[in-house]
């Protein structure tokens, strides 16, 4: 674990720092070459101003999204006959095929939060703030996965190691957490341990969707248990007891 660890904004070409980096290696094998790690990008929040989050129901696409935060040792493709000498090539992603999308919490969850702000007290009443908050929280926790992400090297020879790297953006902050569900009637806050915010970015030098997990410090323990060790339990199966299944890339 390392505390205020630099990497570079892309946009403005300066130094950035998370505030803490914590990275496990929980599969290794030298004859394979094959390694399974997690890594943990940290924003820590001394706040006594709530986040309130606003979700809906997942639909078709939320659940055939695949995140950006995981990276994984091997492109799978599944092939076709189509005609004589003809035949079509299919991306299988590996998050679906090696059966992540199983067992990760957060993808299994039907809600989906699409909206957030802070709750601030104003006078003797409170304040809904959402000004400046993706900015300030949500863009650099994305900026930084990506960094790190291109620092992961790739194999290109089949002699080269090959990674299979679970990264977790987490904003952990010391106050409250709470979820409206739009679809519910009456719409009333609900406290949460956890709450994971996903939002897509297209900019020159930033693309993709992107998932940020806000955290309650009591709350950290659990999280790793009950989101972050059935991902490390199947990556370290897939490493140490199923490297065939694994290997194989063409898909009948």
Request: aromatic share 12%; with cysteine.
């Amino acid at each position: 674990m390392r505390t205020n660890v630099a990497f570079e904004d892309p946009d403005e070409a300066k130094s950035r720092e998370r505030d803490v980096v914590a990275v496990k290696r929980d599969a290794f094998n030298e004859q394979a070459k094959l390694a399974a790690y997690v890594e943990l990008l940290v924003e820590c929040k001394n706040s006594a101003n709530p986040f309130v989050f606003i979700a809906r129901p997942k639909n078709g696409a939320d659940h055939q999204r695949v995140p950006e935060e995981f990276i994984f040792p091997y492109r799978y493709e599944q092939k076709k006959d189509i005609g004589p000498n003809q035949g079509m090539i299919r991306e299988v992603k590996a998050f679906h095929h090696l059966g992540f999308d199983q067992v990760f919490e957060t993808h299994l969850n039907p809600w989906k939060a699409v909206q957030f702000c802070r709750i601030n007290r104003k006078g003797s009443g409170w304040h809904a703030n959402h000004g400046g908050l993706y900015d300030a929280i949500f863009y650099p926790m994305a900026k930084a996965l990506n960094a790190r992400r291109k620092d992961v090297p790739k194999a290109s020879r089949p002699d080269q190691w090959r990674y299979m790297w679970l990264f977790f953006p987490l904003v952990v902050t010391s106050d409250q957490l709470f979820l409206i569900d739009s679809s519910a009637e009456p719409q009333t806050p609900v406290p949460f341990d956890q709450v994971s915010f996903q939002r897509e970015l297209k900019s020159a030098k930033l693309s993709g969707s992107f998932t940020v997990t806000f955290v309650r410090q009591q709350a950290l323990k659990t999280f790793l248990t009950a989101v972050v060790d059935p991902l490390v339990s199947l990556s370290v199966d897939l490493i140490e007891q199923r490297q065939e299944f694994l290997k194989v890339t063409t898909l009948p």
